[in-house]
Nanobody
Framework: QVHLVESGGGLVQPGGSLRLSCAAS????????MGWYRQAPGKERELVAI???????SYVDSVKGRFTISRDNAKNTVYLQMNNLKPEDTAVYYC?????????????WGQGTQVTVSS
């Protein structure tokens, strides 16, 4: 059994910063790509950022230069540092990870954490 637990969401004023964390635990053999999606009310889920096991990163255009994704492989944790936040960043943020256990390879999701950017 594998679990992803997120933390770090909240309410912040425009221009502020938040750091999201997502820790994987359980019967983990290896973790490949990790990343973050977000979903705003009335909108489809959007891929925000990904990071490969080798550390290569990719971002949606709207967050380039403001968000930074990173990972700590020793802690099985992925982070999303969000700076200069804008009201349009308001959404529920979900982490995911492609994880191999001893018996299967699958995609796992966090429970979601609310980020609200408002004055």
């Amino acid at each position: 059994q594998v679990h992803l637990v997120e933390s770090g969401g909240g309410l912040v004023q425009p221009g502020g910063s938040l750091r999201l964390s997502c820790a994987a635990s359980g019967s983990i053999f290896s973790i490949n790509t990790m990343g973050w999606y977000r979903q705003a009310p009335g909108k489809e889920r959007e891929l925000v950022a990904i990071i490969t096991s080798g550390g290569s990163t990719s971002y949606v255009d709207s967050v380039k230069g403001r968000f930074t994704i990173s990972r700590d492989n020793a802690k099985n944790t992925v982070y999303l540092q969000m700076n200069n936040l804008k009201p349009e960043d308001t959404a529920v943020y979900y982490c995911y990870a492609h994880i191999a256990s001893r018996t299967r390879y699958s995609t796992y999701w966090g429970q979601g954490t609310q980020v609200t950017v408002s004055s």
